[in-house]
Nanobody, 115 residues
């Protein structure tokens, strides 16, 4: 099993930056893929960014060039650096891990982009 704990959300003005963190309960070397999803009330959860154990990354088109996903293996932590934030980025952001065929989710962290 994998427990995931997100942190780093909050209120930020348009154009601002945030860095989300996702701390895993086990070595992330053993986790095949990790990612960040987001969900707005009443809408489906959507993939924002993902990274494999090989370091291959992919991003939702609307965040490409603004968001960067990364992993810190010694800290067993994944990050999402978000720059040039827009009101449309407002959502609850969830950390996801795929390990031995199972999906694991964090509890979510709220990101609000507003002036």
């Amino acid at each position: 099993q994998v427990q995931l704990v997100e942190s780093g959300g909050g209120l930020v003005q348009p154009g601002g930056s945030l860095r989300l963190s996702c701390a895993a309960s086990r070595s992330i070397f053993s986790i095949n893929a990790m990612g960040w999803y987001r969900q707005v009330l009443g809408k489906e959860r959507e993939l924002v960014a993902a990274i494999t154990n090989d370091g291959i990354t992919r991003y939702k088109d609307s965040v490409t060039g603004r968001f960067t996903i990364s992993r810190d293996y010694p800290k067993n932590t994944m990050y999402l650096k978000m720059n040039s934030l827009k009101p449309d980025d407002t959502a609850v952001y969830y950390c996801n891990a795929v390990h031995q065929g199972f999906n694991y989710w964090g509890q979510g962290t709220q990101v609000t982009v507003s002036s």
